[in-house]
């Protein structure tokens, strides 16, 4: 009985040391960020380092927090604890770090000009934005704790496993994926990149909050064994991020977040087919 009160209170050492991985990515990232915000405009090419920097904590910690959920069902070290440290660090590195980073890269920096007369207006659409990328990951979080047997409005294959809703890691993970594919460099025209990264910003944080299916993977496991072509492919993957991180990551993370509405555009194309005209009958 003392046993089970512990496993329900206590914290396993191995899952935990991941989580507290990401926690620390989250914390490298904003310190970056902020260290990147802080320096004079001429020095941009130091600044766009930091935010560099910045997007890669957020990359690495996207591992690190695929590892310590499968590390924990994998040794049946599933806690509570570990249950709930893991949601607080997903709101820290997936939720602040991105947002900050969001703005820091895609919107401080914009020339006022561009904007014309909007530019006012366009800076509190942008706070208002990143807050609701925040708001909208701990609601992700959230619902994911509350709910058992999630089913997605648009239900997959049966007894495959389905996330309910963007993961705010992936969210996260195209925001990084993006400011690492610039090599940190921030945006400077409103129209028509800084109103497009709005635009993204928002459609992360509706994806994050909806019901739409996103495959979960968690069907691969990595502990069983796996053909050859398999291997080959997960080394042919690693020798790529290595060395074509920028092209790769976006690819992977844009793909995944598109993956999400692929898939809810063809299920309403399938429930409503167009309805063909009937062919003519031959009269004889």
Request: aromatic share 12%.
């Amino acid at each position: 009985m003392r046993d089970k009160k512990l496993m329900g209170r206590g914290a396993y050492a191995l899952p935990s040391i991941f989580t507290a991985g990401t926690i620390f990515c989250g914390y490298y990232a904003l310190m970056k960020t902020i260290q990147a915000i802080s320096l004079a405009p001429e020095r941009m090419g130091e600044a766009a380092g930091q935010l560099d920097l910045a997007s890669l904590a957020i990359g690495v910690a996207v591992f690190t927090d695929g590892m310590d959920g499968r590390i924990a069902r994998l040794t049946n070290a599933v806690s509570d604890f570990g249950r709930e440290l893991d949601s607080l660090a997903d709101v820290i590195t997936f939720g602040v770090a991105p947002a900050l980073l969001a703005f820091a890269w895609g919107i401080r920096s914009l020339d006022p000009a561009s904007g014309s007369l909007f530019t006012e207006h366009l800076t509190r659409l942008a706070y208002f934005v990143t807050f609701l990328f925040v708001v909208c990951g701990a609601a992700r979080l959230a619902r994911f704790n509350v709910q058992r047997n999630p089913v997605p409005k648009n239900p997959g294959r049966v007894g495959r496993k389905y996330f309910v809703g963007l993961p705010i890691p992936s969210a996260a993970a195209l925001v990084a994926a993006v400011v690492h594919a610039t090599g940190g460099y921030p945006l400077r025209d409103w129209m028509p990149w800084g109103a497009l990264w709005l635009f993204l910003l928002g459609l992360l944080s509706f994806l994050m909050v909806c019901t739409w299916r996103y495959n979960s993977f968690k069907e691969f496991n990595l502990v069983e064994q796996r053909s050859w072509v398999t291997v080959v492919l997960i080394a042919g993957m690693i020798y790529l991020i290595y060395h074509y991180s920028q092209p790769v990551l976006l690819a992977l993370a844009s793909t995944y977040v598109a993956s999400g509405i692929l898939i809810r555009l063809g299920g309403l194309f399938r429930r409503h087919p167009k309805h063909l005209p009937e062919p003519e009958r031959q009269v004889n």
